[in-house]
């Protein structure tokens, strides 16, 4: 019984900066981060252990993009920099309940949330 809602999705300039948040509920599990423009398939974006201790990026957002958490906040946040038109997609935040220390891969996830739009403007 994991549940997730992410929140801080908006309309934002090219080379703008958004704050993505993930309140979570349940026990501590690690947690990714995905995206899904229209018409293309749910893509990686990045991967945080339980603990914070190990980050993982897809390579289209390495170095623009920070994941991160507060688990006293139960909490996970993407940070997003230099934005552009094509980071524009519905951002997930999920679970990973597996046993490995995090996963890159969609169908590795357990439990999701509901999804915020992020659109980049040129």
């Known amino acids: 019984q994991v549940q997730l809602a992410e929140s801080g999705g908006g309309l934002v300039q090219a080379g703008g900066s958004l704050r993505l948040s993930c309140a979570t509920s349940?026990?501590?599990?690690?947690a990714g981060w995905f995206r899904q423009a229209p018409g293309k398939e749910r893509e990686f974006v990045a991967a945080i252990t339980r603990g914070g201790g190990f980050s993982n990026y897809a390579d289209s957002v390495k170095g623009r993009f920070t994941i991160s958490r507060d688990n006293a906040k139960n909490t996970v946040y993407l940070q997003m920099n230099s934005l552009k038109p094509e980071d524009t997609a519905v951002y997930y935040c999920?679970?990973?309940?597996?046993?490995?220390?995090?996963?890159?891969?969609?169908?590795?996830?357990?439990?999701w949330g509901q999804g915020t739009q992020v659109t980049v403007s040129s």
């Open positions: 999920a679970a990973y309940t597996g046993g490995s220390t995090y996963s890159t891969q969609r169908y590795e996830y357990d439990y």
């Open positions: 349940g026990r501590t599990y690690a």
